[in-house]
Nanobody, 113 residues
């Protein structure tokens, strides 16, 4: 259903753009989002976008990360700017459709200091 890509190793202050391609129109989902899991920590929400057009960001990424979509490509993106070492983790895309939640396979982001 969801295929994430775009992770990698970047120095602090750098940028990355994550992509998540869906197997169907993103309009079919009620909620789209990005989550991350740092080593030894629980998975946390990074950016969530609802079908009503509302985008919510974690306080730690506000002003640095931006969620966007390309409807024609059935793809959602997470542009990450001014990356910090604490942004390191595995990033997962998520899509919710009625009561079902779909997860991408995760893509590793490593920010070196």
């Amino acid at each position: 259903q969801l295929q994430a890509s775009g992770g990698g190793l970047v120095q602090a202050g750098g940028s990355l753009r994550l992509s998540c391609a869906a197997s169907e129109s993103i309009y079919s989902f009620d909620v789209l989002g990005w989550y991350r899991q740092a080593p030894g920590k629980q998975r946390e929400s990074v950016a969530v976008f609802t079908s009503a057009g509302r985008a919510d960001y974690a306080d730690s990424v506000k002003g640095r990360f931006a969620f966007s979509t390309d409807v024609a490509k059935n793809t959602v993106y997470l542009k990450m700017n001014r990356l910090k070492p604490e942004d390191t983790g595995v990033y997962y895309c998520n899509a919710q459709q009625f009561s079902t939640s779909y997860w991408g396979q995760g893509t590793q982001v490593t920010v070196s200091s």
